[in-house]
């Protein structure tokens, strides 16, 4: 009853607590945080090939060429980007948001095992593998010697940047002083 009483006896001060009420509301409100667009990873897959000795251009018309044509076909495809430098294809297939990326991998590895015939006698069997939105060093690829200075600087270097990534780069250390 008491703010009631004083609302009435004094309009005044009840208008001018209404709108500081307001205000402070419309402060609050600008200052909440908004995801208006989260963070949503697409489902993608990639097919890794090697074959050792070859040149980009026989790896391009050999293997990523064969591949891709073979997987463009994949319901859902949103893009494919492919990279072939010498002694390796990577082909990578990025798939509507709307797609289960197991699904799309299993897809795309029935259609890279019926192709696997027509490549070439020395080139490994294609990899698919799901690529994780999460992962920071998806793309970081290394080739190393055995034992030199810039690999192990290198990998030093990874587990500084991914602390996440500790138990694969000390792995790969291990690798490299063999």
Partial sequence: MIISD??????????VLALLLVAFGLVAFDRLALREYP?????????TTGYPGASASVIESRITKIIEDRVAGVEGIKF????????????TIEFDVNRDIYAAANDVRDR????????PDGADIPEVQKVDGDEDVRN???????????????????????????????????????
Avoid at 6 to 15: I, Q, S
Avoid at 80 to 91: A, F
Avoid at 112 to 119: G, N, T, Y
């Fill in 6 to 15: 004083t609302a009435v006896k004094r309009p005044v001060l009840a208008g």
């Fill in 39 to 47: 963070n949503i990873d697409p489902p993608v897959v990639s097919i």
């Fill in 80 to 91: 494919i980007q492919s990279v072939s430098m010498d002694g390796r294809s990577r082909i």
């Fill in 112 to 119: 890279v095992a019926r192709v696997s015939r027509q490549l």
């Fill in 140 to 178: 970081k690829d290394f080739t190393a010697v055995r034992g030199t200075y810039e690999s192990n600087k290198f990998v030093k270097g990874l587990l500084k940047e991914n602390s996440d990534v500790e138990e694969r780069a000390n792995k790969a250390l291990k690798l490299l002083r063999l």
